[in-house]
């Protein structure tokens, strides 16, 4: 296997070259994706769907199918209904381990989350949805600050607790509400499958993948991933590439790397087909990491060319519509620009909800 079949395999697993119809489907097979930005993570699940529009991603979001939370590595993802609760079970206690040192500089002790747990349910109850700006002026009333970064430790704690998720937007400003009047609590399944089963949704929608990769993306321990990988086995197959082991789906996908060589794939920000992975190298070059992935930890929209990062994008609102600014980082063919040009529409069409 080469590292162009490696890329082309991984836009197949991931639904861009592989594109499906239903939001929540796709979602689902894979288990979350981040959403720090929730207008790129939108277009991250629209560019994996045949006719993807934010206003179909919407509908699912007030449907309550599709959860924006705080998941995996305490970080805000979408994540779909029916697997809200196994993922939390799993990765929350890790969660919390990691924010203790941080909870404690900040001077916010056990004792008052948990006054601020009993604020949030008081609040919300009645299956209301309140901006972040509410709850905190009522935790502010009981003498508890939210500022410098308290209120976000705050409803992290809340969110990993499985109190609360986002709600719909007001606007432009974003509500939380009580998950429990979103979801319905299923069952518990045991750590051993759910382990076995992050396992084997990761390596399958993220494949071919290392084990450090699953270790970045998940948050686990290596004792954890491991176990997961073990019970994920069955279900998968392993490849070495210069030294290095990968794991991918058993079942061969024969047209995975039968992308158009000229085809230009222009990915969100944080699109987990760079985020995904603990070694981005493969895709992007070292020398061009730096205008993707910014110091404050913000990776910005990319645009691919067979599997490999060759520049970023933007968009930007005018008096005449939504203008899409592309960044190079060489000098493209003149021939490409036809192409550049229908993928920048495709773009336009996601927000603006025209049919092809």
Known sequence: MTVDEILQLRLYSQNITNPGKNPTDILSSLVAIQAQDPGQSKFALGSRLLDGKESEINRMIEKRKIIRTWLLRGTLHFVSAKDIHWILDLISERIF???????????????????????????????????????????????????????????INAALKQMICLGKDQGKQETYTLLSDWVEKPKPIS?????GDLAKRY?????????????????LTLTEARLGLEKAKPFLREETVSGQ??????????????????????????????????????????KYSELVIQKNAIFKPTILKRGNVIGTWSKTETKNGLEINVSPF???????????????????????GRGK
Do not use: C, H
């Open 330 to 352: 060489f000098q493209w063919k003149n021939s490409d620009k036809k192409e550049v040009d229908r993928q920048k529409s495709e773009i336009i069409r996601f927000w603006s």
């Open 191 to 195: 750590r051993e499958k759910a382990l």
């Open 245 to 286: 082991t990968y794991w991918m789906s058993k079942k061969e996908n024969k047209t995975a790397g039968r992308t158009d060589s000229n085809e230009y794939l222009f990915l969100a920000g944080f699109d987990e087909y760079i985020i995904g992975y603990a070694d981005r190298n493969l895709s992007l070059d070292p």
């Open 203 to 219: 390596f399958i929608s993220r494949g071919p993948a290392g084990l450090q990769d699953f270790i970045w993306w998940s948050g």
């Open 97 to 155: 381990a990691k924010l203790a040192t941080y909870q404690k500089s900040l001077n916010l002790n056990s004792k008052m989350l948990s006054e601020t747990e009993s604020i949030i349910l008081k609040r919300l109850s009645g299956k209301k949805e309140l901006t972040r700006a509410e709850l905190f002026t009522y935790i502010e009333e009981k003498n508890i600050s939210t500022k410098e970064n308290r209120g976000s430790i705050i409803l």
